[in-house]
């Protein structure tokens, strides 16, 4: 005979089927674009402008994202920058590279799409471009390493989001403050955005330290060998989040430099902090306008 199964039970099986059903769906996530990678090291090796613009011109939504870029406030220009290599040349490489990554990232956050997908887009470009800063401050010289980890530091959230959505009529974003999230995602849908992230970042084959900055970037400290990096983008991702508070009572819940033991760790004061937000306002606006843009 049949053993009925108890209501506890009943619950048990439909999260366990739910979290399956959640990884399937991050792991059906397509890869990563392999241009960006092609043009990366195309710019890496120093390789001809007409080389790079050639792989370029051949993805419309990068050449459109860099010609928009040429064409931004940030770079001043009186006449405008009407073709991709007068583009290349204008940009340099470290900016090219990221307007690159950040092109083909938008293909899983779509701008565009609902306000919370919108949200966590200008979160990530936000948290990217901090990570510029941070690299600097602490100073670390695997810059698009860092860069990459930080833009895609909630990867897991774009799967997740989806999903909370449908079962909890919410999203991840409005479960709790930041520094719960992990927990909440936990206990309401039996995983979380860290994890669910290291998963896709794996499945693309990224580098290690990318994989595990971003499955660790709440407890950098689990990261064991990847701890340094893992505490880069917790920074920077800390940073995204203090400075999007715009009440000032509520930011020093969200972040207190003098008492966060990472923040402590690296001598990133309050002071510092306070730097950090005029150079992203004076220096980092216009270009995270264009890197957000659709
Ligand atoms: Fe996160
Ligand atoms: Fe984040």
Known sequence: MVRQLSGNEIDALHYELLVKDITAAAERLPPFPDVAWKIVSLVKSMAPVKEIEALIAYDPAISAKILRMANSVYYGRQYGVRTVREAILLLGDKRLIQVVIAACATLYYGPGNSEDDRDLWEHSINTALLSEIVARLTKQTSILTLYTASLLHDIGKTVLNLYARIY?????????????????????????????????????KFPSEIVSAIEHHHNPEKAGHHENISSLVYLADNLANYFSEKNAEQRLKVLDAESDSIFKKYAITRKIVEDCRQELKNNLADIARVLGSA
């Open 168 to 204: 909890l009529h919410t999203s991840i974003h409005k479960m709790s403050g930041d520094k719960d999230t992990i927990r909440a995602e936990r206990q309401a849908i039996g995983i979380d955005h860290e994890k669910l992230g290291g998963l896709i970042a794996r499945k693309w």
